[in-house]
C-alpha cells in the first residue's frame, strides 16, 4: 500500500501548486533581472526565490511522506501559543520594512511570523471546532473561536500589517460553514458599506439609508413589503429634502438649527423611540432590528472619530484616494496609477517575457512583492491574467470540494481554512493591484517574491494534502 500511496495524491492541487510557483519565479526573474542576464548571486531576488522554491519542495516531501497526520491535532495548541508569543515579539524586536516592523532578521534571511501564524490558527480551528458537541450556539464555544481569531489579529495590528490582519476576516466562512449565524456576515458587509457612505457622502445620507433599510426589514417582517416600501420611501424623500425645505423664504425665519443640529434632532428623536419599542418589545425579531437600528447610528456617528484618531495619515489618504475624495497620482496613489498603466498596456496578450517597459524599468514599486500582478498583466496581457485567476479559482473550489467529501471533521475543518486564507489573499491583492481596494500590502499567494509567504502557504496545502491522502487509504 506504501508503494502506490502517492497515486491516492490531489495531483490537480498540487500540479496547480507547482505551476504558479514555477510561473511566479518567471516573473520575479522578469521584474528584477538586470541588462547583464542571469546572475548568481544571494543579492538577485530571483536567486533567492530558486532557494525558497527548492527548501518549499522539501518541506511538502517532508509532509507528504514523513511527518504523520496525526501529530497535526496534537500540536496545535503549542504551535498556535508560540505563534502569538512571535507576533508580540517581532512587533518589538523585529526588523521594520515599509513602516511595518513584522520581520526577524536572521543574518540575510527574514521571517515573518504573520505568514506561518495562518497555519497555527487554522490547525487550532480544525482542533476545536471539529471536538464532539462543538456548537456556535453555545456561547463557551463561540467565545473560544472569537478569541482565537482576535489574539492574532490583533497583535499583527499592533505590527502594523493591515493587510495581514484582514485576512483573518475569511476565517468567518469556515466558521458559517460550521454553524455560525449568517447575520454576522451581513453587520459586516452593511458596517462597510455605511462606512463609505458616510465618508464619501454625509452622515445625514447614511442615516437615511439606514432608516430605509430599517422600514423595508420591517414591512417584510409583518409581511407588508409594499405598503411599507412605499410608505418608507415616502418618509425617507420627505427627510432628504428638510434641510432645503427649511432654507425657504417662507420658513427660513423659524429655522433656527442648522442641517447638523436637526440630523442630531432627528436620529435622537428615533435612536429614544426605537430604544424603547426594544425595551418592551418581546418578539425577538423586531427587537432585533431595533438593536441592528441603533447599532448603525453607533457605526455611522463614530467613522469620524475611527477615521480621524484611529488610522494613520497614510491610511487615510489610501482610502481617499481610493473611494475618490482626493486626486493623488503622483503620492499615495503612485504605485496604483502606475500598476493600472502596466496592466493597460499589456493589451490582450501582453508584451512577451521580459518584454515589459513597465517592469524593466521599475515604474512599479514593489512589483515583484504586492504588486507582481501587474507585471504578469503587462508580460502576458489579458490572457494572462485571466489564466492566473483561472488557476487560483480551480485551486480554491478544488480544496472546498475535497475538503466536503472528508468524512473526518478536522480534516474537512482543516481544507476549508486552507481556501478561505488562499481566497482573502488573491481577492486582497488583485482588488488592491487594480485600484478597488486601497494598498494595504500583502502577497499573492505562490506568485509574490519572499520566502515567509511561499513556505506558509506551501505547508498550509500539502499539510492538507497529507490529511486528504491519509483520508484516501482507508477508502
Not at 480551528?125 to 456561547?139: I, N
Request: charged share 15%.
Amino acid at each position: 500500500m506504501e508503494d502506490t500511496s502517492y497515486k491516492k495524491i490531489d495531483w490537480v492541487i498540487a500540479g496547480i501548486w507547482l505551476v504558479l510557483v514555477i510561473f511566479g519565479w518567471m516573473n520575479i526573474y522578469a521584474s528584477s533581472v538586470s541588462e547583464e542576464g542571469f546572475v548568481f548571486s544571494l543579492k538577485e531576488k530571483y536567486v533567492m526565490d530558486l532557494i525558497w522554491v527548492a527548501t518549499a519542495l522539501t518541506l511538502g516531501f517532508l509532509i507528504l511522506f514523513v511527518i504523520p497526520s496525526s501529530l497535526y491535532p496534537t500540536i496545535a495548541w503549542p504551535f498556535y501559543g508560540l505563534m502569538v508569543l512571535l507576533l508580540v515579539a517581532v512587533a518589538f524586536v523585529g526588523v521594520e520594512v515599509n513602516g511595518s516592523k513584522s520581520w526577524f532578521a536572521i543574518g540575510p534571511f527574514r521571517l515573518q511570523p504573520a505568514e506561518f501564524s495562518k497555519i497555527a490558527t487554522s490547525l487550532l480551528l480544525a482542533q476545536l471546532m471539529s471536538k464532539y458537541g462543538f456548537s456556535f450556539s453555545k456561547f463557551r464555544d463561540a467565545l473560544r473561536i472569537a478569541v482565537v481569531l482576535a489574539l492574532p489579529m490583533l497583535a499583527i495590528l499592533l505590527e502594523k500589517e493591515t493587510g495581514s490582519a484582514l485576512v483573518y476576516l475569511g476565517y468567518l466562512l469556515v466558521c458559517y460553514r460550521e454553524g455560525m449565524t449568517g447575520w454576522l456576515l451581513v453587520i459586516g458587509l452593511l458596517v462597510i458599506l455605511f462606512f463609505i457612505l458616510t465618508l464619501v457622502c454625509s452622515p445625514f445620507v447614511a442615516v437615511l439609508v439606514l432608516l430605509g433599510m430599517t422600514g423595508v426589514a420591517f414591512g417584510f417582517y409583518i409581511r407588508k413589503p409594499l405598503l411599507y416600501g412605499i410608505l418608507t420611501a415616502v418618509a425617507v424623500t420627505l427627510l432628504a429634502f428638510l434641510p432645503r425645505l427649511l432654507q425657504l423664504d417662507a420658513l427660513a425665519p423659524l429655522n433656527r438649527f442648522d442641517p447638523a443640529t436637526w440630523l442630531a434632532l432627528l436620529t435622537g428623536t428615533a435612536a429614544v423611540v426605537l430604544a424603547l419599542v426594544f425595551w418592551f418589545q418581546r418578539r425577538r425579531p423586531l427587537r432585533n432590528l431595533m438593536l441592528g437600528f441603533l447599532l448603525g447610528l453607533l457605526v455611522i456617528f463614530s467613522v469620524e472619530m475611527v477615521f480621524t484618531k484611529v488610522l494613520k495619515d497614510h491610511q487615510r489618504a489610501r482610502i481617499e484616494v481610493l473611494l475618490g475624495i482626493k486626486e493623488d497620482p503622483m503620492g499615495v496613489g503612485y504605485n496604483v496609477h502606475q500598476s493600472l498603466v502596466a496592466i493597460g498596456s499589456g493589451g490582450l496578450t501582453g508584451k512577451g517575457f521580459l518584454g515589459g517597459t513597465q517592469t524593466r524599468f521599475d515604474f512599479v514599486p514593489e512589483q515583484s512583492t504586492d504588486f507582481i500582478f501587474c507585471t504578469i498583466g503587462e508580460e502576458w496581457g489579458l490572457v494572462g491574467t485571466l489564466a492566473v485567476l483561472a488557476a487560483y479559482l480551480t485551486l480554491i473550489l478544488r480544496l472546498i470540494a475535497s475538503a466536503e467529501k472528508q468524512r473526518d471533521h478536522f480534516a474537512r475543518i482543516y481544507g476549508w481554512c486552507v481556501a478561505a486564507c488562499l481566497l482573502m489573499h488573491v481577492l486582497i491583492n488583485i482588488c488592491m493591484t487594480i485600484g478597488l481596494m486601497p494598498v494595504i500590502g500583502i502577497p499573492l499567494p505562490m506568485l509574490s517574491y519572499g520566502g515567509s509567504s511561499l513556505w506558509a502557504f506551501s505547508i498550509l496545502l500539502f499539510i492538507y494534502l497529507r490529511l486528504d491522502l491519509d483520508q484516501k487509504k482507508y477508502q
